[in-house]
Structure formats: C-alpha cells, structure tokens
C-alpha cells in the first residue's frame, strides 16, 4: 500500500529530472546517470518501504555534516562547539567565504562548508582516526556494516577542491581553524565521498527521529543532541532554500550534492531519498518535489 503510494510519487516527479543537472564542480560527480530516482521510508517499528532506485549507492556529500556534527558535539559539548561555529540559517551559499573575511566571523551554520570543515576539525583523533571514526559511526546507525567511500570521488574533489581549500586557509589566518588544513580537508573530502543508498539514509534519519538510541560516550546526551541536528536541519538543512522548503514541505531535512535528502521526523520516520539532477540551489530538484508529495499525501509537514 505505501509502496505502491511512493511509486506513484517517483512517477509523478520524474519529469523534474530533465529541468536539473548533476553537480559537476567535482569531475567525477559529472559522470553520475542523472536519471536515478529512489525512495526509502523507515518507521518508527523499523519497517521498510522502498521504491525506484532504493539500493543505488550514491556518495553522501553534505548529508556527512550531519554526521560530524554528532561527533563534535559528542567530543566537544554544546557549549564549546557553538563557540566555533554558529546556529544561524544563512541566506548565502554553502561554498560563501565571503562574511567571515568581511567581519573574521565564525561560520554561520555546521551545514554550510566553513561550518563543516571546523566541524571536522573538532573530531578527535588524526587524520585517519577522525574518517574511521566517521565512516564507523554510519555503519552503526544505518545498521550497514558494508558502507564504504568512493575513491574516485574523493580523489577528484581533492585534487579540484580549492574554493573548500580557500575557506580552510583563510580560516586559519584568522585564527578560526586550528591544525593541519591539507589534513582536515583530506577528511572532509573523504568523509563526502562515503557512498551510501536511499535506504541507508533512511535509517540514519530514523536514528535521529528515535532520538539516538545507542550508548554513545560523549559531553552531550543523545536527546539533546537530536533535538540540535533536528533544529539545524530545518533552519539550514536545504543550503540558501532552507526557509522556503521549510514552508513548503515542513520535515527537518538535509540534502547534499550527490542527489540524496535525508529526513527525519522526531518519532515517526526516517526519510531516504535520491535522485542526483539539482536544482540552482544544490538540492535534488525531482527530490524536492518528492518531499513535497510525501509531506502532503502522508500528512507528515511539522509544523
Ligand atoms: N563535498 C562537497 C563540497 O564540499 C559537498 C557539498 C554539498 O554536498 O553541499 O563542495
């Protein structure tokens, strides 16, 4: 019955595909088949439901600021990690540098990419601990020991990466980033290119909306902690669109170049989507209006 609900919806948003175009600012993201779309819904019992291209793996992209923000409020506590980063939606572009030269302000936002490369930063551990720790902790929470990452395009954004490389080093000369940049941005290029599926990130959003259940050692409970990543998401989940699609599909959600959407609502569902043609924004155009669907058919907008 839902799934024949989510093939309809794959169906009536297909169209959107052919108004959007795969990210090609990382090279080997332009070689992805614009034309996948998938679903995945995980409920609060952890039953499944799939359509379309529910097992295609595609690389998790900004969807891993989620991640990292878990763990460096984990190791760090609310208080200090908001010392280096800001709470606040941001109407600029994820890639912005452009206020924190004009003012030496912190990042407005961990969902932007001056956000998350200090995020980054805050894990604990070197270079390699830092990314096991990462790609171990989404594992765990998509219950998917199999998850790797993509070193095609880690390589790729690595070797092209230099606007995130611009952030990392203007940060650091204002004193806003502390270590190794060539180290912190080799993890977070990594950690974007961990390759995941619809229903992975389904999983990883009921995780959230069940509000973290697992024994996780850390300066922050887990409850506090969802409700964190929850709110961020609504208020700067979808880049400089975070408002609008706030007001029009209402679910807490975070989407990345690769094409994914992950969404999460506080215990009810977990949300996976992909479909890797985006809008002008970034954000998954036949994704968006996937989101739109779901949120009207099955009554699911928040607010
Ligand atoms: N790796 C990408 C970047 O830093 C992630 C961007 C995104 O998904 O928004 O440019």
Same mark, same amino acid.
């Given at each position: 019955m839902l799934e024949k609900k989510l093939e309809n919806i794959i169906k009536k948003n297909r169209h959107l595909i052919k108004e959007g175009h795969v990210a090609d600012?990382?090279?080997?993201?332009?070689?992805?088949? @614009?034309n996948y779309i998938g679903i995945s819904i995980s409920d609060i019992d952890g039953n499944i439901y799939k359509a379309g291209d529910y097992n295609t793996k595609f690389t998790i992209q900004s969807i891993s600021k989620i991640i990292g923000l878990m763990l460096a409020l984990k190791d760090n506590g609310e208080d200090y990690y908001f010392s280096k980063v800001g709470c606040e939606p941001t109407d600029e572009p994820f890639n912005t540098l452009y206020k924190m030269d004009l003012k030496?302000?912190? @990042?407005?936002?961990?969902?932007?990419n001056s956000g998350a490369i200090i995020t980054t930063s805050l894990i604990k551990g070197n270079k390699e601990e830092k990314f096991n720790r990462i790609i171990e902790f989404i594992r765990l929470i998509a219950e998917n020991p199999g998850i790797t990452y993509n070193e095609e395009v880690y390589l790729s954004e690595k070797y092209t990466g230099d606007k995130n490389r611009a952030i990392a080093y203007l940060m650091k000369s204002k004193g806003l980033l502390e270590g190794e940049v060539e180290d912190i941005l080799d993890t977070y290029f990594k950690q974007c290119s961990i390759e995941v599926t619809a229903v992975d990130l389904a999983k990883i959003g009921l995780f959230i909306a069940r509000r973290c259940p697992l024994d996780l050692e850390g300066r922050i409970e887990n409850e506090r902690m969802a409700a964190i990543v929850t709110a961020i998401m609504t208020t700067c989940g979808m880049y400089d669109f975070s408002g609008q699609y706030a007001a029009t599909v209402g679910i807490p959600s975070k989407s990345g170049v690769g094409g994914g959407i992950l969404a999460t609502i506080p215990n009810k569902l977990g949300i996976g989507v992909f479909s890797p043609a985006l809008d002008k924004f970034g954000n998954s155009i036949a994704g968006y209006g996937i989101m739109k669907d779901l949120s009207r058919e099955l009554n699911l907008n928040i607010f």
């Open positions: 600012y990382i090279p080997a993201l332009s070689k992805v088949d @614009p030496n302000q912190k @990042p407005a936002n961990p969902m932007i």
